[in-house]
């Protein structure tokens, strides 16, 4: 067993100086790093939850004020005539909503004002509650008001009031582009070791193949395990959690490192890996790039190889889950890692004896 673990030691050093010698990735890995870094502290890391709605011709700015302190979430901005407010939400930089209300509520139409930019489905909703509130702020009943009982029901996981901020929906984004170059970095190396045939040397060493793919694995691994470390220990991503995000991030990085050696199997040249590692891990981000946009995700991207490392991520660091919360996903993550580093294994070994 020593003898074993001292060639695959000699290997990992190899590969690691082989590494350091080729300057674009080790170059990308330092600058790419520090990019992230600096544009994960450059998002915003506030949420604004209220919806500003503007207003005009209610005539009394106390109703508007216990309106705007009874109901969470919304803000009535009052304008002095009809102009300034049809200004204001076409410009949409204060409010995207806004109320005309004639003096004499009970014989004139109330206009409702929705910037361009709101989606349709919201201002069906918008326009009922601004409704609501104008009749309210005039003193009137609303001819709507007791009519009809209503129930809300949340589908999924409600966050009214527990929203994340960009900079931290951005977490799971910017930890699989760093896995996601150090992948390429091997895939890079292992290419170059088989069409210059040097991994047929071990042939006439101690090594074995098994050696060989260890070594591969365990530098693969440790190098994108360590980049991504780095990263959230700069980020600030370990305070929840750490002992739950470090395994995710560590099978992660076997995962990515599955697929390097994949893509350093099958290309020919320096192009050939770039397409193929790019044609494997690109997919890959789908799932960090829906934790960007509320709302469930898809049944397909939940299916994919990088989904439980993006959900973990978001759910301990964001929300605070726990073993209980995450272990489904961290076990389809880690299925998702065997059969990744199964694949790896098995073509690069074939790629090897036909050498």
Do not use: C, H
Request: charged share 15%; hydrophobic share 55%; proline share 4%.
């Amino acid at each position: 067993m020593s003898n074993r673990s001292g060639v695959v030691k000699a290997i990992i050093a190899k590969d690691f100086r082989l590494f350091t010698r080729d300057r674009f990735f080790l170059w990308v890995s330092i600058v790419g790093l520090v990019f992230y870094v600096a544009l994960f502290w450059l998002l915003p890391d506030t949420v604004d939850e209220t919806l500003k709605i503007g207003v005009t011709g209610f005539g009394s700015e106390a109703n508007l004020g216990e309106i705007s302190e009874s109901d969470q979430g919304l803000e009535l901005v009052p304008y002095e005539d009809e102009d300034a407010l049809r200004a204001a939400v076409e410009e949409g930089d204060e409010v995207i909503v806004g109320l005309a209300l004639p003096t004499d509520i009970s014989d004139a139409v109330i206009t409702v004002y929705i910037g361009s930019g709101v989606p349709e489905s919201v201002s069906g909703a918008v326009e009922g509650i601004a409704t609501e509130l104008a009749y309210a702020a005039a003193g009137v009943p609303s001819p709507v008001s007791g009519t009809t009982g209503s129930e809300v029901i949340v589908l999924g996981e409600d966050r009214a009031g527990n929203q994340v901020s960009l900079q931290d929906s951005f977490k799971p984004l910017l930890a699989f582009f760093v896995l996601m170059i150090e992948s390429m970095a091997l895939a890079t190396l292992v290419a170059a070791e088989v069409q210059a045939k040097t991994v047929k040397a071990i042939s006439v060493t101690p090594a074995t193949i098994s050696d060989f793919l260890t070594a591969k694995t365990v530098f693969g691994t440790l190098l994108a395990f360590s980049q991504a470390v780095i990263l959230m220990i700069a980020i600030r991503s370990l305070g929840a959690g750490p002992v739950i995000l470090l395994t995710a991030v560590l099978l992660g990085s076997v995962l990515v490192t599955g697929f390097g050696l994949l893509a350093g199997s099958i290309g020919k040249d320096y192009v050939g890996v770039i397409f193929w590692s790019m044609a494997f891990l690109i997919p890959m981000m789908i799932p960090a790039l829906a934790f960007l946009f509320p709302g469930s995700t898809a049944g397909w991207v939940q299916a994919m190889p990088s989904y439980g490392l993006a959900r973990v991520m978001v759910d301990v660091s964001n929300y605070g889950a726990g073993w209980a919360e995450v272990a489904p996903y961290l076990g389809l993550l880690a299925l998702w890692t065997l059969a990744s580093l199964f694949a790896g294994w098995r073509v690069l070994d074939r790629k090897v004896q036909t050498l």
